[in-house]
């Protein structure tokens, strides 16, 4: 009798860890990319003309879920709890926070006014801060590893049409900020071709870009693009102040002031004047020289193409969270014309690559070399293998602006 007691109290008690253990399961489901189920939407507008703002930073406080606005000011941020403020944040303008109540949201940013006190005016010597900028990038950028959860998009357009539109969701591992990149990886999580290359659009020539762009072309980490040898090689020039996200930020231009084999950039660096960590690079590549350009931009062509660059520049911003900085936002864009040397007239083609990191992993488990996206790898080539039609159905990250969801309408017509 007693055993038969036991037995039972046994298997009570293992019904009940098997309950527990089911439970805690459909929690773990609930979380990341497949339980985003609360949401918010609407529109930023310029508070002062009314018109969308393009690229402004989404967030929700207290968490890593993120977004920016597309270019028609629209956007979506979802999550797996509920949702109960959203901030935006802008280059120059007042950060907003606005509570989330299930409405379609308009939003309006205003611009930041300066009114510094003297003592915060600075007239030092912008060369000395970027290099104190430099200097304080193990204080103010993560020493330990993570792994990041990106949304990726890539769009190609002949002359004003698109003619190649792909999205991914990517894992992306970066190692501590210590100039070394070379353990950094990305690997694609699932991706779809929105729309495909016709025949007569496509053209076999392939310039930098793909997810691992946020490792190459991270600014602060990769000191190989201006922050390093390079830094010697342009001149720096103090902006009026800005603000990002409430924060007062020094603005330095600089420009090239040496004659060099390769191309160098143009392009405002902007540092926190509290923490002195760089919270944004805008850079331009100097085309005047279209052999050098060509050098930084050109991965391969036919040998009978001509290739003529007119423009590559590229945006990356950093969000500070918990006293550490690390990479929030990537976009390239690259402009250039191609013909044929029994051609006489020249197409044009833009090549925009955008990147946003969507959410923080808690482990950083490293990405296998066999699963990493590899440098020379291209998003249209590698789309297919990790194709899932559905995925967009639950995890929205950057709304298609009007002028793509029309690329894609053609698509759905055919």
């Not at 330990?144 to 959860?149: F, N, R, W």
């Not at 090239?256 to 143009?266: E, F, G, K, R, S």
């Not at 392009?267 to 926190?272: A, C, F, K, Q, S």
């Not at 197409?347 to 990493?372: F, G, H, K």
Request: hydrophobic share 40%; net charge positive; with cysteine.
């Amino acid at each position: 009798m007693f055993a038969n007691r036991a037995l039972c109290n046994m298997l009570r008690m293992t019904r009940v860890i098997l309950l527990l253990l089911l439970a805690s399961a459909f929690t773990a489901a609930g979380q990341g990319t497949g339980g985003l189920v609360y949401s918010a939407q609407g529109t930023v507008y310029e508070g002062k003309t009314g018109k969308p703002m393009e690229g402004v930073n989404v967030s929700l406080p207290d968490r890593y879920y993120a977004t920016v606005t597309n270019a028609d000011g629209f956007f979506t941020i979802k999550s797996d709890t509920p949702l109960s403020e959203v901030v935006f944040s802008f280059l120059g303008y007042r950060t907003l926070r606005k509570k989330a109540d299930g409405s379609y949201m308009d939003v309006r940013l205003f611009r930041e006014a300066l009114p510094l006190p003297g003592a915060r005016i600075v007239t030092g010597d912008p060369f000395e801060i970027v290099r104190a900028a430099i200097g304080s990038i193990r204080d103010n950028y993560s020493q330990s590893p993570e792994l990041m959860e990106c949304f990726y998009r890539e769009t190609i357009r002949k002359r004003q049409r698109f003619t190649f539109i792909s999205e991914a969701t990517a894992r992306l591992y970066k190692t501590g900020y210590n100039g070394n990149i070379g353990q950094d990886r990305t690997a694609l999580s699932k991706s779809r071709v929105l729309l495909s290359q016709r025949r007569g659009d496509t053209l076999c020539v392939r310039v930098i870009g793909g997810p691992t762009q946020a490792i190459t072309q991270d600014v602060v980490k990769n000191p190989d693009i201006i922050l390093g040898e390079d830094l010697k090689n342009y001149r720096f020039e103090m902006l009026p102040p800005e603000i990002i996200d409430g924060r007062v930020q020094f603005a330095i231009k600089m420009t090239p002031a040496a004659l060099c084999d390769w191309a160098l950039y143009d392009g405002i660096l902007y540092i926190d004047q509290e923490t002195l960590s760089f919270t944004r690079v805008e850079l331009s590549l100097d085309v005047s020289d279209p052999v050098k350009a060509t050098r930084m931009m050109l991965v391969r062509k036919p040998l009978t193409l001509r290739f003529k660059p007119k423009e590559m520049s590229m945006t990356v911003s950093y969000r500070r969270d918990g006293g550490v900085s690390r990479l929030e936002y990537f976009k390239s864009v690259f402009v250039f014309d191609c013909d044929w040397r029994k051609r006489l007239l020249s197409t044009q083609y833009t090549v925009v690559n955008e990147l946003v990191v969507t959410d923080l992993y808690p482990e950083a488990v490293p990405i296998s070399r066999n699963d990493a996206f590899r440098f020379g790898d291209s998003l249209s080539e590698k789309a297919a293998e990790f194709s899932d039609p559905d995925f967009w159905k639950e995890y929205n990250i950057i709304e298609p602006s009007e002028s793509l969801e029309h690329a894609i309408g053609r698509l759905k017509r055919r």
